[in-house]
């Protein structure tokens, strides 16, 4: 046995180093390995008289490691992911961080059940062009002018429904006590807090036009919220333009109520492309000042088919009363502010898919 273990050890090793953008077959469909290395160098600014150590960080940027399998079952087929976090800066890591579950696939589509991003959060990062970096669209989106980032969940004990083919991505999500890092209380799920949520995108030709909405019933941060968040994207050739418009409201947490919007461009050069977006969230109802303003630019070069480098600027305007981040979710190392700051992230990356 100890030998088989070895052996196994060195296969897979070797299947990893194979230079593949698609997942390592290592029994058939049954079992897949695929993953992601993302790392990065910043040079940040959190524009706050009191911090004292701006400068040089190395971030890992949702690197991950994952399992997938499909297992025949008759008409239909069962279906496995285990996905985790690997913090590759800091040496830390534990199993199922990431989207993990089980379900059934068929021609209906597919249901399974589990820890999953929320259809909000997909809408979002389907539309974005810089996810995970120093650019990452929820400096703005799903955050507000003092909490920052809340609603681009990864909902726990959930159960989702997705439909998709050529022309047509629905999904529609139920979870209880959904909130990662949540408490555990010993029983059974909390269910007097709840999220329910649905997407539905549409491709006409060139374009991509998608709705999506989130509630939740006690969220930590925001409460009882509502959240509508609207995008569209037109392809030319291997470039894109696209919008975005997200409205919040909360019954319980006033600093949600707030609209945002976005505009963002990917131009394709050939080896790589050039981004930019600009992100605008406004004031929140009954706040004045606390409206905010994002931009960031980079350059993207593809190496091959599964690695990149990049160079990427981001910077986020606050006005007086408001603290929105300067790099806020996806991205490792944050970049906080206080009222009235105007942070900002210069960075340089790397991206190795497998």
Known sequence: ?????????????????INNASAV???????????????????????????TNDGISI???????????????????????????VNLDSGSG???TRNSFGGIKGNFGKVIV??????????GSKW??????????????????????QLNERAKNAIL?????????FQAMYAVDGEVGSADTGGVDNNDITMSGLLFQYKLGSILIGLANETWEGHSKAGDVDALRAAVSYMFGKSKIGFIYETIDSSTDSQWNRDAMGINV???????????????????????????????????????????????????DNDANAKFKGVDGGHGDEVATTEGGSPSSLSAGMIFKF
Not at 64 to 73: D, I, M, N, Q, S
Request: hydrophobic residues 35%.
């Open 59 to 85: 971030s890992n940027n949702s690197s991950r490691l994952g399992f997938k399998g499909e297992l025949p079952a008759g008409d239909l087929t069962m279906i496995y992911q285990y996905e985790q976090g």
């Open 266 to 316: 990917k131009f394709d050069m050939g080896s790589g492309d050039i981004r930019a977006h600009y992100l605008v969230a406004d004031s929140a109802e009954g706040a004045t000042d606390t409206g905010a303003t994002n931009l960031s630019l980079g350059y993207f070069h593809n190496l091959d088919k599964s690695k990149q480098v990049y160079l990427a600027y981001s910077a986020t």
């Open 1 to 17: 046995m100890q030998i088989k273990y070895k052996h196994l050890l060195m296969i897979t090793g070797f299947l990893l180093s």
């Open 128 to 149: 974005g062009v810089f996810s995970d970096t120093v650019g990452d669209r929820r400096t703005i989106m799903g955050a507000s002018y003092s909490d920052g980032n």
């Open 94 to 96: 534990s199993l199922v």
């Open 114 to 123: 589990g820890h999953h991003d929320t259809p909000y959060k997909k809408l």
């Open 161 to 169: 429904y997705e439909f998709k083919n050529k022309s047509i991505w």
């Open 25 to 51: 077959e290592v029994v058939d469909k049954k079992l897949e390995i695929y993953g992601k290395v993302h790392l990065s160098i910043d040079s940040s600014d959190q524009d706050d008289s009191s911090v």
